[in-house]
């Protein structure tokens, strides 16, 4: 191997490590040792194109950028169905739960945070040896103003206020595959006087909203 060659994997590992916050497997087994390229596990529509725009366009001069485009529950059984064999993607985008189960399982390997200096401005609750957290969200009910407005109902402006009888049959909730699900449920548990350590307080609330659809990705609501 020539040394242009050695340099460009170690940069593309550095990106990955950034670009996912968790790499998937040793890096002797990496799928991008089979060829000049990278593969990057991720959510689709417009996450997966900023993604690309932000950091793979600059991977591309080195080498090519591809995206295997699942839900991080979908990504995990592809990588276990695999386990043995040829990986099929280096670097992996997730919610922290699961991605601390595949940290326990030895499914991704630890960051070389020398190859990421970026992490020095996180706080020491977001940098562990196997993943970074890079993102932050803040929770919210997405709503549609006109049929708030046609049903004479004001804005959302917490949770339970999607129980109300005119929503019945109207509500989609995240499902237990989707990252904000766990949002959404001790939210609900605060709200019933409870916290994240009695999620069972969110039932009843649950049920009163009378979800009409349960979705697994965001997409599903396009």
Do not use: C
Request: proline content about 5%; hydrophobic content about 40%; cysteine-free.
């Amino acid at each position: 191997m020539d040394k242009k060659l050695s340099m460009n994997r170690r940069n593309l590992l550095r990106y990955g490590a950034a670009l996912a916050g968790a790499s998937a497997l040793p890096r002797s087994r990496l799928a991008f040792a089979q060829a000049k390229g990278i593969k990057v596990a991720t959510w689709g529509g417009s996450w997966r194109d900023s993604l690309d725009k932000t950091i793979g366009s600059k991977l591309r001069p080195m080498a090519t950028v591809d995206y295997v485009v699942d839900t991080p529950q979908g990504n995990l059984a592809k990588l276990v169905a695999a386990r043995g064999q040829s990986v099929p993607f280096d670097t992996m985008e997730s919610g922290l739960e699961l991605v601390q189960l595949m940290a326990a399982d030895r499914y991704i390997e630890d960051l070389d945070y020398d190859h990421l200096p970026n992490a020095k401005t996180l706080p020491k609750y977001a940098i562990a040896k196997n993943y970074a957290m890079t993102v932050g969200s803040v929770d919210g009910v997405v709503y549609n103003t006109a049929k708030y407005k046609e049903l004479g109902l004001a804005p959302p402006a917490k949770y339970s206020d999607l129980a109300d009888p005119k929503l019945s049959g109207r509500v989609a909730f995240p499902d237990i595959n989707h990252t904000q699900h766990w949002n959404a449920v001790a939210g609900l548990a605060y709200e019933a006087g409870a916290n994240e350590s009695n999620l069972e307080a969110s039932i009843p609330l649950i049920n009163k909203i009378k979800p009409a659809y349960f979705y697994s990705t965001s997409t599903d609501l396009s």
